[in-house]
Structure formats: structure tokens, C-alpha cells
């Protein structure tokens, strides 16, 4: 809960004036049995039209005056509770932005989106109705029973034994479904996870005929997600006839004493009428009660995950203070090796290589190599658990996050692209850029033909993830994004994959004619992709087993020999 306080403090004047407002509504309710027993006394039973018509006046203004108050304690509310899950979302995702790579695959996409979206609502709705109830409910259940103490301390007790048994089914029930709230939440976490794979490869499920599969992968899920909510909910749904049961219990208390006090000339039936009002407010406000600790309980559930998240801290840190030095040595691996989270082997064993300023790289290897797994090390995604990586001349551990990633540019296996237009994905590599530079960009990236012939050209409107343009497309935009950048390294993470040989071979063309301080390091499956680089890493199982040029490893590495003669024949080796 310390998380929330902060943003509660922001609002220290709605979450003051909410309840107030609240309280003052609440004191006209507490007057209304009082008012209208007077009307039956001295009005009714005297026949006192005016005495009747006054007092009935009065009801009218104090329920005017009980709406308007009603309406500023919701606004004040609304605003204090919007405001703190806003808060509360911003901090979410700056503190997911903050995380290094290790706790963001610990955690999983599907659990921060549950959290950023249904945790926080259940926080916002909770913050909402406790600023409304958590002091207007109490106040007229303790309010009535002195009210009714003012009219007959013998009936009166009867309502304090009634408050102490609905208290204890509230809090009771509350203590029971607060940590099965949890395990809701933990099913919601699977629904979303299930939900998110399926939207997202539902190309790939209806290519393989895998729907049917699938429904019933997810229906088991989603089963488990509603029994658990059934769960819960059964106990839940015991606390309004339970409370219920107590108040007509205590109604028909009331009337059976009642009726003998007014026979005996003790109470008048007015003042019987003003109890069962009271008794009525309370279980009003006990089911609104009841209601707010069942959903207190999920915003403290809520709120108990969102905290995990802000708490956890990330096993990365850029302390560094370093920009790096201008040296010849641009990247530098001494004996590096990397073993992921929760895996058992090494990813990558005792990598050592040297890159210069301006030289082009080439990694090639078979599937699940580390050739990703390497370059991910250059621009820190991970941390090597073995051995020092040097960029520029100095351990990348001593550079500064901004040093880092002004030097070093990286274009994944799968293209992103944002919603938007084409000119606001291009100014992600750089904020200001002219349209003369993302041209440029544009033209060695291969893409500049296609986004000419579209109708808008640079305001060209992209949708989410891109989905209105084609692979290669995409793959050429981020290549330009990044080229845009203008990093001393360029990675290119085997990102021209969907490209056609005659389009990779000009996008080689022109990364070659790049100027002679870009460091240029590119991940491919193609071996002629590769072929010019001044330097070729082949990796195999987490090894380097090869280092050096295209004609030296054909000699020497029987794997990268493998790699070229299965894609070009023997004789084109020779």
C-alpha cells in the first residue's frame, strides 16, 4: 500500500472533501425518522395540516440539499481515484521500461498487461467507493443505533447485538475471499496469456488446422479461470442473505417488544415507525458495506500484484558514468559466456573475438546457435554471466545507459512498427530529423521506391505492429530507422530475411558504401549474404567454432563449409 500513498497525497483535498460531503448526506438521512415520526405525532394525530405541510417541505429541502451533496462527494471521489490509477499506471510502466530483459521474461507480457489493466481498475474502483462508504456507512450504522437509544435504550440494545453479528459476517466473509481474489487473479493472468498467443498466431493456427485444439486448450483455462470465480463467488454471495436474515431478525425483535410497549402506553407507534427506518438504514448501509470489503479485497489483491512489480528491482544497473573512449577496438568479447534465467545450459561458452571501427561482421550458424543471443550482449540487453564484453575500449558494464544506446543501433528478427505514420516510426531513430535525412535513410534501406508510390508518402498511416504493410516492407522501414539513427554500430539481426535476393544484394550494396566508422554487424541464415564481410563469426551450439574471412573458413571450419555448400552446392565452393 505504500505505493498508493503518495498519489493520495496528491489529492489530500478530494480525499478530505469525499467523505465530508458524505458525511453531511448522511446526517440528513439520520434526521429524515425523526421528522417524519413528528409528522405523525404532531400532525396526523392532531390534525395539523400546516405542522404537516411545513415538515414535509423540510424533507424536500434536506433531500435537495443530500443530492447535492451526493454529487460533489462522487466528483471529488471520481477525481482523487482516476487521478491515483493514472499515477499508478505511469509509475507501472516506467518501472517495466526500467526493467532489464532477465525480469521481463521472468514475469511475462500477459501478467504485466493483467496488471496494467484489470489490477489497476480493481485499485481505481476500490480507491472510488472507500472515499464514498469507508466513513458514511459506519456513521449511520453507529448513528441510527444512538438515535435509537434516544428513543428506547431496551429496543436500542437489540441493534447493538444486530451491528456486532453482521460485523462479524462482513469481516468474516471478507477474511475467507480475500486470498481466493488472488488466485482469480493468477487464472485472469492465464486467460490473457492464452488470449494474447492465440490473437497473435492466428495465422500460424489456422495454417496448421490447430483451431480446434486450440478452443480446447483455451476452454481449459478459461475454465479454470471461471471456477474460481464461481468459487469465490458462492462465498461472497452468502453475505447479503446472511445479513439479511439478521435484520429481519431484528425487525420482527422490534415489532413483537415494540407492540407491547405501545400496548402498555410506553412508546407511541411513531416511535415504532422511526425504529424500523433505522433498523432499515442498516442494512442499507451494511450491504453497501459488505459490498465495499468485497471489493476492497480485490483492490488489495490488486494492489498487493502491482506492488510485486514495483518492487522488484532489476538485475541490471547502468551506474557508469563512462562515454567511452575513441580507440581503433570498437567491441571486444573476452571469454564471454551466457546462461538465460531459469535455463540450464549455457546459451553462449567462452566467446572471444575482436571487432574494429568500421569493419563489417557477418554471424552465421544453425538454428539456436546464440547468434541472436551475441549480438543481444552488444547493446546490453543481457548481462554476460561469464567473461567481460569492451565497447569502445571500455567494460560495457562502465558505460552510461545513454552511451550505450547512442552507440549501438539493433534491427531484430521480427520488424516492430508503431501506429502512426511512416515519418513519426522514421523520427524513432532520430526526434529531429529533416525529410532530406529520413530520404535518405529510406534509400539505402531499399524502402524509399515503395513509400514514394504511396499516396501520402511519408504520412503514409501505419497500423499497429504494421499490419498494413508486408514483411519485407516492414523490415526495410526499421532498417532505415535505424540506419537514421546514425549509432557507430549497426546490428542487423537476420531482419532481411523476408527480403528477395535481388533487394538483399542492393541493401548489402548500399550498408557497404555506409562511411567507414560505422561498425557494421549482420546475422543471417544466407551464407552470400555474408560473404564480403571483412570478418565472419560461425557459431555452433554456443561456440565460436570459425573466425575469420569467407575463403580462410571455408578451409578451416568444416561448419561453415557445411553452411555454404548446403545453400550454394559443392562446385560453387570450390
Not at 499506471?89 to 532477465?102: A, C, D
Not at 498487461?113 to 480507491?127: E, F, H, K, P
Request: glycine share 8%.
Amino acid at each position: 500500500m505504500h505505493h498508493l500513498i503518495p498519489y493520495i497525497k496528491k489529492y489530500r483535498l478530494e480525499t478530505v472533501c469525499a467523505p465530508l460531503f458524505k458525511m453531511l448526506e448522511a446526517c440528513f438521512d439520520l434526521a429524515v425518522p425523526i421528522v417524519v415520526a413528528k409528522i405523525i405525532k404532531q400532525g396526523i394525530q392532531r390534525g395539523d395540516t400546516h405542522y404537516i405541510i411545513t415538515r414535509f417541505a423540510l424533507l424536500i429541502a434536506m433531500a435537495i440539499l443530500g443530492l447535492a451533496c451526493t454529487v460533489f462527494a462522487q466528483y471529488f471521489a471520481a477525481k482523487a481515484s482516476v487521478g491515483t490509477a493514472t499515477g499508478l499506471r505511469r509509475q507501472l510502466l516506467e518501472k517495466v521500461q526500467s526493467l532489464s530483459f532477465t525480469e521481463l521474461d521472468k514475469i511475462g507480457t500477459s501478467t504485466l498487461i493483467t496488471r496494467m489493466t484489470s489490477d489497476i481498475n480493481q485499485v481505481q474502483n476500490g480507491a472510488n467507493m472507500f472515499l464514498r462508504l469507508f466513513l458514511r456507512s459506519p456513521f449511520i450504522v453507529f448513528g441510527a443505533m444512538i438515535m435509537a437509544f434516544t428513543i428506547n435504550p431496551q429496543i436500542a440494545l437489540i441493534f447493538v447485538v444486530a451491528i456486532i453479528v453482521m460485523f462479524v459476517i462482513v469481516f468474516g466473509i471478507m477474511f475467507i475471499t480475500a486470498p481466493m481474489y488472488k488466485s482469480v487473479q493468477k487464472n485472469l493472468d492465464d486467460v490473457t496469456g492464452a488470449t494474447r498467443e492465440n490473437l497473435g498466431g492466428v495465422r500460424v493456427i489456422r495454417a496448421f488446422g490447430r483451431e480446434e485444439i486450440q478452443n480446447e486448450k483455451f476452454t481449459k483455462i478459461n475454465s479454470s479461470l471461471a471456477n474460481a470465480q464461481i468459487k469465490v463467488g458462492k462465498v461472497a454471495a452468502l453475505m447479503n442473505p446472511l445479513t439479511y436474515v439478521a435484520v429481519n431478525t431484528v425487525i420482527i425483535l422490534i415489532l413483537w417488544i415494540g407492540a407491547k410497549k405501545v400496548d402498555g402506553g410506553i412508546l407511541l407507534s411513531a416511535d415504532i415507525i422511526a425504529l424500523i427506518n433505522y433498523i432499515g438504514q442498516i442494512l442499507v448501509e451494511l450491504v453497501k458495506l459488505a459490498n465495499l470489503v468485497i471489493l476492497l479485497g480485490k483492490s488489495i489483491s490488486g494492489m498487493g500484484r502491482i506492488g510485486q512489480i514495483l518492487d522488484t528491482e532489476s538485475s541490471m544497473t547502468f551506474d557508469g558514468t563512462s562515454a567511452g573512449l575513441d580507440c581503433d577496438e570498437i567491441i571486444r568479447f573476452d571469454n564471454v559466456s551466457l546462461r538465460y534465467a531459469g535455463a540450464g545450459a549455457e546459451s553462449l561458452s567462452d566467446i572471444s573475438f575482436s571487432v574494429r571501427k568500421g569493419e563489417t561482421v557477418g554471424i552465421i550458424g544453425g538454428t539456436g546457435s546464440g547468434k541472436s543471443s551475441l549480438v543481444r550482449l552488444v547493446p546490453r540487453f543481457y548481462d554476460a554471466t561469464g567473461g567481460e564484453i569492451y565497447l569502445k575500449g571500455v567494460p560495457i558494464k562502465s558505460l552510461s545507459k545513454n552511451a550505450v544506446l547512442s552507440s549501438v543501433a539493433i534491427v531484430d528478427q521480427k520488424p516492430r512498427l508503431f501506429s502512426g505514420t511512416i515519418r513519426s516510426n522514421m523520427l524513432w531513430g532520430k526526434s529531429d530529423a529533416s525529410d532530406e535525412e529520413i530520404w535518405r535513410a529510406l534509400e539505402t534501406a531499399q524502402a524509399a521506391e515503395f513509400v514514394r508510390a504511396k499516396p501520402d508518402g511519408l504520412d503514409e498511416k501505419v497500423t499497429q505492429g504494421g499490419s498494413n504493410l508486408s514483411g519485407g516492407q516492414k523490415q526495410r522501414l526499421t532498417i532505415a530507422r535505424a540506419l537514421l539513427a546514425g549509432t557507430d554500430i549497426l546490428i542487423l539481426d537476420d531482419s532481411t530475411s523476408a527480403l528477395d535476393y535481388a533487394t538483399d544484394a542492393a541493401l548489402r550494396k548500399a550498408i557497404k558504401a555506409l562511411p567507414e566508422n560505422i561498425t557494421v554487424m549482420i546475422v543471417s541464415q544466407r551464407a552470400g549474404s555474408i560473404a564480403y564481410a571483412d570478418k565472419i563469426l560461425v557459431l555452433d551450439d554456443g561456440k565460436l567454432v570459425g573466425n575469420g574471412k569467407h575463403e580462410k573458413l571455408l578451409d578451416s571450419c568444416s561448419v561453415y563449409k557445411e553452411i555454404y555448400e548446403s545453400q550454394f552446392g559443392t562446385e560453387e565452393s570450390k
